[in-house]
Nanobody, 127 residues
């Protein structure tokens, strides 16, 4: 299984960025794809998740109303659209795959449930 992140970069507060996760080596529809982030000195936290092949999505309270997660079945990608960014959103963002349960992603925001990780993509938001 391989997961690769694209996008990210630097933006001023209030701006937008889009991250894309390209997956391969697994059966589409069998996993949950989660975006995690980790800032220096902080724990890795779940930001958003989607049940591949379904419409089930999850968002952390800190990003609701600002971030959206979506998938492209044909490209096997999961995108994270990030709007109204603020400096607290600065972190390395990781794409991760975990086991799904029916149409859901149990404990979607727990790093301990992740089976495969991408290498990460830096997002920096300046004030």
């Amino acid at each position: 299984v391989q997961l690769e992140e694209f996008g990210g970069g630097s933006v001023q507060a209030g701006g937008s960025l889009r991250l894309s996760c390209k997956g391969s080596g697994y059966r589409y529809g069998a996993v949950c794809i989660t975006w995690f982030r980790q800032a220096p000195g902080k724990e890795r936290e779940g930001v958003a998740a989607i049940r591949s092949g379904f419409v089930t999505t999850y968002l952390a309270d800190s990003v609701k109303g600002r971030f959206t997660i979506s998938q492209d079945h044909d490209k096997n990608t999961v995108d994270l659209q990030m709007n109204s960014l603020n400096p607290d959103d600065s972190a390395i963002y990781y794409c991760a795959a975990s086991e799904a349960h029916l149409a859901t992603c149990p404990n979607w925001d727990s790093p301990n449930k992740v089976r495969f990780w991408g290498r990460g993509s830096q997002v920096t938001v300046s004030s």
